[in-house]
C-alpha cells in the first residue's frame, strides 16, 4: 500500500503526494482531515483563475464499460494558447475519483455524461450562481452555476 503525504505549502497549496516531498520554508505537513477540508476550496479557487462563465469545457471519452453504466472521462480546457486537462481539480471539488487509467468515473447512463460532468462542475464553481447573467434560459436571464459553462465533446 502506497503512504501517502498531505502538504500545504507556503503559497496554500494542498497536495497529497506518494512520494516523501521536498519542503521548503513555509511548507507544512497536514492530516488527511486537513487535506480532505481543504482540497475542495484550494481546487475550487485555482479552477475560478482557468475557468470563467461562458467558457467552453471540453469532454473526452476514455472508457465505457462492458455493461455501459460506468465512463471515464477528462476534462480539458483550452489555457494560455494550448489544452489543459483539469481531471485532479475537478475531480476533487466535485468529489468523484480519478481512474488509475486516467479520466473522471462517472456511474449512470441514458444521458450525457459529458454534459452532467460539466454541468455538476458549473454548480460546484458557481453554488449561489454567477454574479451576473451569463445567458438566457426560457427566454429568463440565467445565473444558474451548472449552465454557466458551455461543454463539448472532443
Not at 503526494?17 to 513555509?26: R, S, V
Not at 481531471?87 to 452532467?116: E, N, P, Q, S
Not at 450562481?129 to 445567458?135: L, M, R, V
Request: charged share 20%.
Amino acid at each position: 500500500m502506497t503512504t501517502a503525504h498531505y502538504i500545504r505549502t507556503a503559497s496554500g497549496e494542498v497536495h497529497a503526494l506518494t512520494f516523501k516531498p521536498y519542503m521548503q520554508a513555509g511548507d507544512e505537513i497536514i492530516s488527511k482531515a486537513e487535506f480532505n477540508r481543504d482540497r475542495p476550496a484550494y481546487c475550487r479557487a485555482e479552477l475560478l483563475k482557468l475557468i470563467a462563465p461562458g467558457a467552453t469545457v471540453y469532454a473526452q471519452l476514455r472508457h465505457v464499460s462492458a455493461s455501459g453504466m460506468q465512463r471515464r472521462i477528462s476534462l480539458h480546457i483550452v489555457h494560455d494558447g494550448g489544452i489543459r486537462c483539469i481531471d485532479t481539480l475537478a475531480a476533487d471539488l466535485m468529489g468523484d475519483k480519478i481512474h488509475k487509467d486516467g479520466g473522471i468515473t462517472v456511474k449512470g447512463c441514458g444521458m450525457d455524461m459529458g454534459f452532467h460532468l460539466v454541468y455538476c462542475l458549473g454548480a460546484a464553481l458557481w453554488p449561489e450562481g454567477t454574479p451576473e447573467p451569463h445567458s438566457t434560459r426560457n427566454g429568463v436571464a440565467d445565473s444558474a452555476g451548472g449552465y454557466a459553462i458551455r461543454h463539448e465533446w472532443l
